[in-house]
C-alpha cells in the first residue's frame, strides 16, 4: 500500500511539473491546417498573444491585441484595435524603427518592415532581443515617425517565456 502512495505521489508531482511547464510558456506550438481542415504533419507554428493600449487622434489608451507568429524565425506582428477584427491598417512596403525597452532598462532601437498589414522583424532583430530577455520585452511602435499623417502608436509586451525551447 505505501508503493501505491509513492506511486500516486511521484505521478501527481510529475503532473504539476508537466501543467507549470505549460503555464509557463507564453508561446504555443500548433499543427498546421490544410484548407479543408485537415492536420498537416511535420508541420507546425509557433504563436504568441498579447494585450497592449495603443493612441492615435480619435482614442487614447485603448485595448490591443498582438498576435504574434514565427516565421522563418522571426517574430511577425498583426495588430487588432479594439481587441477585435479586422486587423489595423499600417502603411505598406516600409521601414519603421520599433522601440524596445530591455531588462537593464537601455531603449534599443529595431528595424521592423511593414508589408500587408503586418509587422515583420525580416532581419530577426526583434526576436534575438526577446530570446535573449528573461522578462518581457516592452515594445512601442511609432506610426508617426513614418508617416507624417498618422498618429497610431501602440505599447505591448512580448513574454519570451518557453519560446527558445520551442524553437529547437
Known amino acids: 500500500m505505501k508503493n501505491f502512495f509513492t506511486l500516486a505521489l511521484c505521478f501527481l508531482t510529475l503532473s504539476l511539473t508537466a501543467q507549470e511547464s505549460i503555464i509557463k510558456s ?13 492536420i498537416i504533419e511535420g508541420e507546425s507554428i509557433i504563436t504568441s498573444s498579447s494585450q497592449g493600449k495603443f493612441s492615435n487622434s480619435a482614442t487614447s489608451d485603448s485595448d490591443l491585441t498582438v498576435n504574434m507568429q514565427i516565421v522563418d524565425g ?3 506582428a498583426v495588430f487588432y484595435e479594439y481587441n477585435s477584427a479586422p486587423q489595423a491598417h499600417l502603411p505598406e512596403n516600409a521601414f519603421i524603427n520599433v522601440k524596445a525597452k ?7 532601437k529595431v528595424q521592423q518592415f511593414l508589408y500587408n498589414h503586418i509587422m515583420c522583424d ?17 515594445v512601442i511602435v511609432d ?17 519570451p ?8
Open 74 to 76: 522571426s517574430i511577425y
Open 143 to 159: 506610426l508617426s515617425t513614418i508617416d507624417k499623417y498618422s498618429y497610431t502608436t501602440y505599447q505591448f509586451e512580448i513574454d
Open 26 to 38: 507564453a508561446w504555443v506550438e500548433s499543427p498546421v491546417v490544410d484548407e479543408f481542415g485537415d
Open 102 to 108: 530591455v531588462e537593464s532598462g537601455e531603449i534599443v
Open 122 to 138: 525580416t532581419e530577426g532583430e526583434l526576436t534575438s532581443l526577446v530570446l535573449n530577455q528573461s522578462s518581457p520585452l516592452k
Open 161 to 168: 517565456s518557453g519560446l527558445s525551447q520551442l524553437l529547437k
